[in-house]
């Protein structure tokens, strides 16, 4: 009964590597999220889909690439992966589109590219 | 430039003490601004939302003050438990045409000791 969900909690890489990360909500929301928290806690916001659709992509390098097959998962594509990807990854969810709602956070995927 | 800051980093109190967070913001205009709770390993869970009108909102322990005049905000924690060892985070909404923007604070990492 998670309300948002991340695989893998764990992943360990290496350098020029492709990898995904998948999340998924059960809460029936309509807008997902993927954020990057650095080393210094510090969570930046990378993309925002609602209802599948993209509504803020940050400035995220192209090697990035969200994927939402449906309203209820929205999962990230890192192609290349660099040293500067290390940090935890956070999906969140939320209902509707305005950034200030109260949003759901993932338990997180730390990455660590080695 | 829209920005969040809080204070203190870092904490360290005696269960049963109270203590109180500050979070101090430029962004405008505002829309709201809510505290979260991290703890380790964890996602942010939001403990309270506060809009332009509230001066104080209570959640249990929790009391959040907002002095719109002065873009200042508070979190102050009653009795602390050895539960309340977590990262703050306060994060500000600002309206905007493309549905509100999000800054966030750097978080006051508190750990509560017995």
């Known amino acids: 009964d998670t309300a948002v969900s991340q695989t893998p909690k764990y992943l360990v890489t290496q350098m020029g590597n492709d990898k995904s990360i998948k999340c998924e909500q059960n809460?029936?929301?309509?807008?997902m999220y993927w954020y990057k928290q650095d080393s210094k806690k510090f969570l930046k916001i990378m993309f925002s889909?609602?209802?599948?659709?993209?509504?803020i992509n940050e400035t995220v390098p192209n090697r990035f690439s969200p994927k939402s097959p449906d309203k209820a998962h929205l999962n990230l594509h890192i192609n290349s992966l660099e040293l500067g990807d290390s940090a935890v990854y956070f999906c969140a969810s939320s209902q509707g589109a305005n950034r200030g709602n109260e949003q759901f956070f993932g338990p997180g995927t730390r990455l660590t590219v080695l | 430039k829209n920005q969040v800051e809080q204070s203190p980093q870092s904490l360290i109190i005696l269960e049963g003490k109270n203590c109180t967070l500050q979070?101090?913001?430029?962004?405008?205009?505002?829309?709201?601004l809510r505290w979260y709770k991290q703890d380790t390993g964890r996602g942010p869970v939001s403990l309270t939302i506060m809009t332009f009108s509230e001066n104080t909102k209570s959640n249990g322990r929790y009391t959040a003050t907002l002095d719109a005049d002065t873009k200042q905000s508070s979190l102050h924690i009653t009795a602390s438990q050895l539960s309340d060892s977590a990262s703050y985070i306060c994060v500000v909404s600002a309206r905007n045409n493309a549905g509100n923007m999000l800054t966030f604070g750097g978080g006051t990492r508190l750990m509560v000791k017995p």
């Open positions: 809460l029936g929301h309509d807008t």
């Open positions: 979070c101090n913001y430029t962004v405008s205009p505002f829309s709201n």
């Open positions: 889909y609602n209802n599948k659709e993209l509504i």
